[in-house]
């Protein structure tokens, strides 16, 4: 059953918060002009859990997983985010929106890395900006990071003469160099052949066994069955059904959900 967190006052500032969930949403809607892409989703993620969103196309899974770090303003409703209160409705201000994203990163379809950089140099620029490292420790720990991913001899090496599947390892290294309480994947194998995926999908599965918690729009079903602890099923801007993965796969309780699970597992 979908849970709800209270909401707040609209002028509530921005506060830090215990508890045990990593991420809390309540009531989230989300419009563009006359079309509602949210309907008031709520949805409560455990520290360290692994919650993975899928659904059809139009579903607004990604609009969802934008509005968790505020890429997408959320119009009503209100969030805790690794403790950071926030309410949907209201303009954040940068410091606000800056101290978010530290702390959550986001990995997206596209790659999004700097053409005219190095692989490591994509990674040292954000710790640099962000973290304010020194030139050495943020070199240090991008080479840490791409022998994580399997791509130490990549450091000195431009995006471009990577293939997809390394470019994605190399947003994933990137996001991780922030060192973020969670991680938001937003479709991250959709634009690979399956053999690329594959080694993307192994990177985020050691990510996950770290204890990262983590939201993963996805279309591999295998992915959110076996390492998923948690299933959300969305379907036209609501949450269809959610629960444990192998249940929801194996036995989903609502009829649409069924057949959303026909379709893809078996095509």
Do not use: W
């Not at 950089?117 to 080479?143: C, F, H, W, Y």
Request: hydrophobic share 40%.
């Amino acid at each position: 059953m979908t849970q709800h967190v209270a909401a707040a006052p609209a002028a509530a500032p921005a506060v830090r918060m215990p508890g045990d969930y990593a991420i809390e949403l309540g009531g989230i809607r989300k419009s563009y002009g006359d079309h509602e892409v949210l309907k008031g989703v709520s949805l409560r993620v455990k520290q360290g859990e692994v919650c993975s969103i899928i659904g059809p196309s139009g579903a607004g899974k990604s609009t969802l997983l934008r509005c968790v770090n505020l890429l997408e303003e959320p119009d009503h409703g209100n969030m805790i985010v690794d403790g950071q209160y926030m309410q949907g409705g209201i303009n954040h201000s940068r410091k606000e929106l800056l101290e978010l994203r530290r702390r959550v990163g986001m990995v997206f379809q596209s790659f999004n890395l700097f053409p005219h950089m190095t692989v490591l140099d994509n990674i040292v620029l954000p710790q640099r900006r962000v973290l304010k490292r020194s030139p050495e420790a943020a070199r240090d720990k991008g080479r840490e990071l791409l022998d994580k991913v399997g791509l130490a001899d990549k450091a000195d090496s431009y995006p471009a003469k990577l293939s997809g599947g390394q470019q994605q390892r190399v947003a994933i290294a990137r996001a991780l160099a922030l060192e973020p309480s969670a991680m938001l994947f937003d479709e991250p194998t959709s634009a690979l052949d399956p053999e690329l995926a594959h080694g993307v999908l192994n990177v985020m599965k050691e990510v996950a066994a770290t204890g990262m918690t983590m939201m993963v729009v996805t279309h591999e079903m295998n992915f959110a069955r076996t390492i998923g602890d948690h299933l959300v099923v969305m379907e036209d801007g609501a949450i269809l059904e959610e629960g444990d993965p192998e249940k929801v796969m194996s036995h989903p309780e609502k009829e649409r959900t069924a057949e959303f699970l026909s379709a893809v597992i078996n095509r």
